[in-house]
């Protein structure tokens, strides 16, 4: 199911907080710099991982931060600089699947992203993205709360 709202992902109570990232080890802006602060112990084990794997493009590594909330890295996008499109629209989706695998094998039932997810800083098609969320998510067990955070 997914629930389109006015709020802070970072600051929603959910099962698991999900962010597009790249696979390069950087948290350098975005939400992914908010995490980076908020939750420096996922932010070093998601540097380790990259440093560590390859082949990281569609797929999610899922932490348990030590707070207790699960934040998914969800590599969407292989490099991080320049501009244009940086999010790739088949990895992306891989990786949303799998997280979908990963949350019911856990039973983590809520999930908060990013309004516009990957198409900020990844310059991504909003239009293109809304649909491969709902394709995963809408009809899911799993409640994917899509966060739209204004100040």
């Known amino acids: 199911m997914i629930k389109y709202i006015n709020a802070d992902a970072t600051k929603i109570d959910v099962d698991v907080l999900g962010h597009q990232c790249n696979t390069k080890g950087v948290m350098g802006a975005g939400i992914a710099k908010t995490i980076k602060q908020l939750y420096p112990d996922v932010y070093k084990k998601y540097r380790f991982y990259c440093m560590d ?29 320049g501009r244009g499109l940086k999010t790739n629209y088949k990895a992306l989706r891989k990786a949303l699947e799998e997280l979908q695998y990963k949350m019911i094998e856990l039973n983590l039932k809520t999930l908060a992203i990013p309004y516009q997810i990957g ?25 994917c709360y899509i966060c739209k955070f204004e100040v």
């Open 119 to 143: 198409c900020g800083l990844g310059g991504g098609d909003w239009e293109i993205v809304d649909q491969i969320i709902n394709d995963i998510f809408g009809e899911s067990s799993i409640t």
């Open 53 to 81: 794997n390859t082949g990281l493009l569609g797929t999610t590594q899922l932490v348990k931060s030590k707070e207790g909330k699960y934040i998914a890295n969800i590599f969407g996008q292989d490099d991080y600089r």
